[in-house]
């Protein structure tokens, strides 16, 4: 079973269609229990829908990928993981998810929670990409945040090391050669300790409220924040 996921579709998201977005990320990776009348992991509201660990929970191999951080292993051990799939060249979403990261930076950072998460996008233009290029981008949308400490590495590598990433995290990427643009999943994946256990994408009013959005994933991050302080006996 396929579903070809595409990262924008004009007019609104319906619930229906949202669900049918996380069932095309989780196909071939998960068995679907609500086509067995089983539990689903879903909640929604007006700005997002969210697969929590009921659902998800897998753990997920690391990675060593350059970045506009230098060379890094992915998941970032001993923070909370937030893994966006982006491209710079991108025309639409990828920029409402950086409004998003945006908003929720200044989060993490008023919550003092900036050594807690790490911020992780993962390119899905290996094609043509560079490192350069996209710290340029990082810095005209968020450069006040990273001088203030916030973690915000943007991963990018050779195209069979992206692939195999890809595959990993179940990121739907296709290339349209006629136009050069890239068809991709969009949203947020939340990785801790090894393990990705939400998976966050947003409605048609939720990509035009990021703050809505950014809040919704502050408050999954500081849950699991004060998981990880209590697990430690912090």
């Not at 916030?150 to 590598?157: E, L, P, T």
Request: negative net charge.
């Amino acid at each position: 079973m396929a579903l070809r996921l595409i990262a924008f579709i004009g007019g609104a998201f319906t619930l229906t269609l949202i669900l049918a977005f996380i069932v095309a990320y989780i196909v071939g990776s998960a068995v679907i229990p609500w086509m067995a009348g089983g539990r689903v992991g879903v909640g929604s509201s007006s700005y997002a829908s969210v697969v929590g660990p009921d659902m998800l929970n897998r753990t997920v191999r690391s990675f060593t990928l350059n970045s506009t951080l230098g060379v890094i292993t992915i998941p970032i051990e001993g923070r909370v993981n937030v893994l966006t799939p982006q491209y710079v060249g991108c025309p639409d979403v990828c920029h409402w998810e950086t409004a998003i990261l945006v908003a929720l930076f200044q989060y993490v950072y008023e919550g003092g929670l900036v050594d807690k998460v790490a911020f992780i996008t993962i390119s899905v233009d290996p094609w043509s990409e560079n490192l350069d290029v996209a710290r340029g981008y990082q810095m005209v949308k968020a450069g006040s945040w990273i001088e203030r400490g916030v973690y915000w590495a943007w991963a990018y590598d050779k195209l069979d090391v992206m692939e195999e990433v890809w595959r990993e995290y179940s990121i739907y990427v296709e290339k349209d050669n006629r136009t050069g643009l890239v068809n991709h999943f969009a949203g947020f994946l939340i990785v801790v300790d090894e393990k990705l256990k939400y998976l966050i994408v947003p409605t048609a009013e939720g990509w035009a409220k990021p703050a809505s959005v950014a809040s919704i994933l502050y408050d999954i991050i500081r849950r699991e924040v004060e998981g990880m302080r209590g697990g430690s006996g912090g």
